[in-house]
Each structure stands twice: as C-alpha cells, then as structure tokens.
C-alpha cells in the first residue's frame, strides 16, 4: 500500500459511511458493557432486522464515549442532522428508538443527554477525538477519519531529525507521570548509538483509578500503533513492543488484531507504504505487578524477568532493551503524536498553558455526580473539572479534597480549587498531575483512612529490592494503622513525619520515592484530622471504628502532660 | 525449590517439546514456545499460557517450562511468583474479585470484602474449603465509573453494595451442580 492507496481506502469507506442514512452508534466499551450494553445493541440490531432497515440503518460499535456512568450510551448520527446521544438506554428504549427517532420521527426525549451541557462543551478531545465515534476493531474506520496519514506524511516529507524537531515545538510532555519533554527523549534516543533501538509503548496504568489507557488502547488502538511507527521512524528503531496490563484482556486482544490488520495493509511490517521504513510491534502482557509501570522494571518484565527496577543512569535511552537505545512513552503520549503531525506543532503549543502544551485526559471518579472519561485543556481549573463537567458532588455532600497522581500524588484541599491543572501548579501543591486519576472526596472521606489506603497500595506492591521502601512502607502503614484505629500516641506522629523523609530519600526507584507522598499531602493540609484522632480519639469524618486503647510507651504523667499541652484534653489519661 | 531436575533431566531439548505425560494442555505450552523460539526472554508469555491451560501454575508445570527455557527453576519459580497474576494454588469453581482500586474504596468496597469474609469464612486471596469459590481483590479494574466493581467468573459489574453481592453469589452457588471437575 502506498499514499494514494490509504487515500483511496479513506475515500470508499467514507462514502460507504455515507451510504446510510442512520448510523447507530453503541457504546462497548467495559463500564456500559457492564451496565447493560450489550442487551442495547442486541435489541436495535432486532429492531432493525424486524424492519428491514440493515440496508440503510448501521449499527457500530464503538469505543468509550465519555460519560460512562450515565452507560449504556448510544450516539445516533442522521444523515444532514447533529449527532445526539442517549444514556442509560434500555433495551425497552433502544426499541422505541428506532421506531421513532431512526424512521424520521422525534427523538426519545427521556433520554436525551444534550450535547451542550458543560460536560461536553468544556472538553476538547484530541487524543480521544475518534474513541465513540469508530468501531476500534475495523482499520478502515480509522483510516477514513485520516488514521495513518500522520505517518505517511512523516515517511514522504519528514527526515527523522525533523519529527524529532517537531515535537519539541509541540512542547508535547510525557503523560505517564513524570512529564519529560517528549521530543527531547526522543531526540536523544535518535543520537544514541546502537546497532538496533527499540520503542516501548508504556499501556501499564497501575494507578488505581485510572483507566485513560485501557479506553485508548481499546477505543482506538491503531492510534497508539501509528504513534509507535511515528516514534520508531524518528529514532531509528525497527521493532516496538506495546506492555499491556494483565486486567487489560480486552485492549490486549484489539492491539493484536489492529497490528495483524495494519500488517496485512503494509502499514506497519516491512517497508511501510512502499517506503525503506520497516518497523513491526509486538504486544507483551503485564502480570500484575504495579511497580512494572515503572521504566526499568517493565524492561525486565519484558524481557521474562522479575519486574525489578534497577538504578538510572543508565537511562533507557541510552542502554535499554538487551542494552540498546530504547524509548519509552506512555501510551496517551503516543496517542498525541499523530495529531501534532497532521496539525502542525504551532497548533499543539496553541492549546494549555505555558509550559504545560496540550490536553489531558482524566478519568473522573468518587464522589461526583457524572463520573466518566474526560478530555480536557491544560490549564482548566480543578473547580471546572468538579463542579461544571462532573455535575458537582452527589446527595448533597461538600467537596472535600482531589486526590491526583494515584499513590505517587496528593490530595488537592477546597481551597486551591481555582488553581489551573497544569505540571507545576499540582506541583507546587504538593500533588503531582500523574497519570491523570482524578478522585473525588467529600465530606465522608477520612484522609487519614485514605493515606492508610495508598500506603497499604504501596506495601502491597513494593518490589522488596530495598530496605527503606520494603521496610519502610511496613512501618508506616503500621503507624497508620495504629492512628485509625486509636491506639497511636502524638509520639507515632513524630515517627510517621521522620519515616515519610527517610524513605522519600532513599529509595532506590519512584515508587519508595513518591510513597509518602499521599501522607506528606494529607498532613500539610489535614492535619487537624490526625491530630483528632490521637488526641481525641475521633474521626471526623466517622470512617474509622478508633476502638483500640494507646499502648502508653510514657510513663502516664509525662503523656498526661503531652496531652494537656495540646489543651484538647485536660490532662486525665483513662 | 533449588533447581533440582533442570541440569540433569534435560540433556538437550530436542525431544520436539512433547510431555511425556500426553496431556494435550501441554501442546498448547509447547506451541507458545515454538513460537518464541524457546527464547529464555518469553517466560512470561509461556507462564500466561501455562496458567491459562491448567488454570494456575502446578510445581510440575513450573519445572516443565524451567526444563524447555533450561532456566534454572529458581529462576522459574522466582518469576512466577513475583507477579500477582500468576497463582500457585487452584482456583474455586466460582471466582469472585471486588476491585480495592481508588474509586472503588471511596465507594466502600472494603465493606462488599467484609460481607464476603463473614459469609463465607474466606480472606482475598483465598478459596472456600469445598472449593466452590474463590475471593480475590484487585487493583483497579478500569470500571471506576461504576465504583464499586466486582467480578464474578469474568463478568464485570458495577454499581454493587454488600447485599447485591452476596446474593448473587448464594444464586450462583445454590445452582452450580456438583460438576465433574473442569479440564
Ligand atoms: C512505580 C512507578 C509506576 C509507574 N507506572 C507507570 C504506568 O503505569 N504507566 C506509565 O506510562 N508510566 C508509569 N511510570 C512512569 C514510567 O517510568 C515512565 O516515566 C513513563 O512511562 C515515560 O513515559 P512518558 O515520558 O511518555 O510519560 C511509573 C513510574 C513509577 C516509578
Ligand atoms: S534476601 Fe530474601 S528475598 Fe532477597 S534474595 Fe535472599 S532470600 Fe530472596
Ligand atoms: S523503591 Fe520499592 S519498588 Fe522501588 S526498587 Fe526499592 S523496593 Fe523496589
Ligand atoms: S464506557 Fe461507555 S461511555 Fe465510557
Ligand atoms: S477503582 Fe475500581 S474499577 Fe477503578
């Protein structure tokens, strides 16, 4: 296959699109599949069949569309009218749907979710412009809304040193964590040297909480492909290797199938749109081990080993994969590459704020009234995200905190709700932008308990290579534990604060690292709720049970007197 | 576990991959390993459909792959349980994972695991004494819009509270007939 031919394939199928004069759209995606989808799609394709109407009638479905707790939802598209979407459709409705609506008549108004509300309308999707609206299992699909042209235009018009250049204007920063300026990385794997370099789609996403890249892997995964042959053109690799979580079945599956088909079409392979490109990729699936995420340790994961991460430097880029130069981009990174290259950098930069270029994508969750996947400019406020695209906080409770960043992040309090979602503002807070979980906490959220919860997380999945992660995230959730349920002293507190420094300091990789952060976050703004809990032995929030004694270290008079000091107590000790 | 049979039970593996034991679940293995060329690098693929075929990791099975990579079963075995994925215990009939991910605790999903222990007498991780059924927990299931979420044997719902639980696996217990065992 060569240019013309991809442009030829966009064509025929755009007009076969154009040959219906309804297309159904479905949600099947996990979350609506979960709550019913299934049933959905079944009923309008009887529907449809009972009418005779599959000549002009289609029924696709698609990847996540956004909103999943209103799932399962359907997008209907008439020819020559704006699209509009359906949530919680029943089978029952998805009936009436077709009887109404699709023959001409007026939509079914119970419902309609409108496409003007904030939570669409403050969106700006670039990296998931195609996920809802393309059955992910179909290359043609993604051809025809222009899917590897991106690519083809790098091959024909672009030496490698000029993709490597162009995402550097872009200022296109990794969105797996860390936020590393992406062309950067990649120029610097380019003038690596090494006999073979390798690309790593990072597709782990062991943040509790989040789920950006399973719903891009799985809604659009020849996007993440064509960013993969992209990278591998620029740095000079001829292999790729996409790491997929182990809980991930589905987007592991759809991976495969879109390498085969894109093979099949000579859009990845050897000599890729008839040009000395050659660059194949392979799927390689996780097995449960959160700290795999991180870069040393899914190299070794993919090579069979123990995913234990080693020292850096070394970077990756300069001995990685069996000692080459490798790359490693998370996958929404990657998923933003072709989109720079058929717009230009100067329209990438045109988007977020400064130093923080682009969109992010989050995945909105707790307590919140419409929880779901969401695309949204950098630099957009917390209090945007909350209370304008998430509908604000459910049965009449109070926003509390956002936690971001999963276990490596912090909880953002209500007084910094203003403060734009960029790299340095979450920074400056204490919190980090992460992978982009965004959870929700009100008023009955115990922070204490959720500090216990993240560092529970971390001891779980601490890989045990050093002691003052392996031991250290022990100790602290002991101390933890011991706070919630009341049997710390003011003493415990010290040793918690001393513990969270030593660890942050001496860990050998990010997890150790960024593990007390959930604590040093909750401290700095809760403080008041820990101190509750071990002077007066009370949850604010009423989560924990606080039924065990303090086992006194002191002799009872000086800890009387500790507590007296605080004044909450009048110096009797029970 | 020191590496026992693999230096002397495997002089060369030019038997072509067969078990000795006929079982065909074997060929399966065997065929993943032909197709990474008996790279000592796939491990984990082979592990994923080792388990995949015989349902969790028998030592047997270990020391069958440590035999064909001629990797020290040490080696194997460190692998193998290193991941969460990979389990050295068989399942119950029935499995039931409650997602422990972000959302979900704040949802209260520890109390859908507290309503499972007090039921059934069984901790995450483990399996009913008459083997019928499995609790498991994982880390976030990429559902957090239907907070909280579990699994049961492969179906993923959303929305769930301790009562919705735990009658849906005393209606999945109550039918399941005393199968003959699977496999
Ligand atoms: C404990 C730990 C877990 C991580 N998990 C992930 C992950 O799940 N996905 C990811 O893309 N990056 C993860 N990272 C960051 C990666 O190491 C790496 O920085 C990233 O994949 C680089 O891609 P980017 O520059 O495109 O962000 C993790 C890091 C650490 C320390
Ligand atoms: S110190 Fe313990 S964990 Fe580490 S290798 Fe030795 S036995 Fe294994
Ligand atoms: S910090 Fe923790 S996860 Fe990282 S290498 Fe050390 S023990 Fe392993
Ligand atoms: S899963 Fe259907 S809208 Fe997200
Ligand atoms: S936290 Fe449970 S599905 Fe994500």
Redesign the pocket.
Known sequence: MNRADLENMAQREQERQQGFRCRLLCCASTPCLSSGGTAVADALQDEIARRELNAEVQVVSTGCMGPCSRGPVVTVQRQGEPDLLYENVTPDAARRIVQQHVQGGEPVQEHLLPLDIPFFTKQHKVVLSNSGLIDPERLEDYVARGGYSALAFALREMTPEEVCAEIIRSGL????????P?GL?WDLVRKAPGARKFVVA??????PGAYM?RTLMESDPHRVLEGMAIAGYAVGAEQGYIYV?GEYPIAAKRLERAIRAAERRGLLGSRILDSNFNFRIDVRIGAGA?????????MASIMGRRGQ?VPRPPYPAQRGLWGMPTL???????GNVAPIITHGADWFAGIGTEKSKGTKIFALAGKVATTGLIEVPMGITLREIVFDIGGGIPDGGTFKAAQTGGP?GGCIPAQFLDTPVDYESLRALGSIMG?GGLIVMDDRSCMVDVAKFFMEFCMD?SCGKCVPCRVGTVEMYELLRRITDGSATPADLATLEELCVMVQETSL???G??APNPVLSTLRYFRDEYEAHIRERRCPAGVCSLDQVPVLEWPDRLHAQALAGNGSISGEVN | MAARPTAKRSPRRDDGGEHPSGDPRFKLIDRTLKRFQYQQDALIEVLHTAQEAFGFLEEDLLIYVARQLKLPLSWVYGVATFYHFFSLKPQGEHTCIVCMGTACYVKRAAEIVASLQAEFGVEPGQTTPDGKLSVATARCLGSCGLAPVIVVDGEVLGRETPETTLSRLKALLDTSQPEPMAG
């Open positions: 920063r990794g969105r797996g964590g860390a936020g590393y992406t990385k990072n597709g782990d996403e062991g943040d890249d979580r959160f700290v795999c995420g991180e870069e040393t340790a899914l991460p490693i981009n998370n996958v929404e990174t990657l490596s992978s999945e990789c990010g997890l690292q960024s």
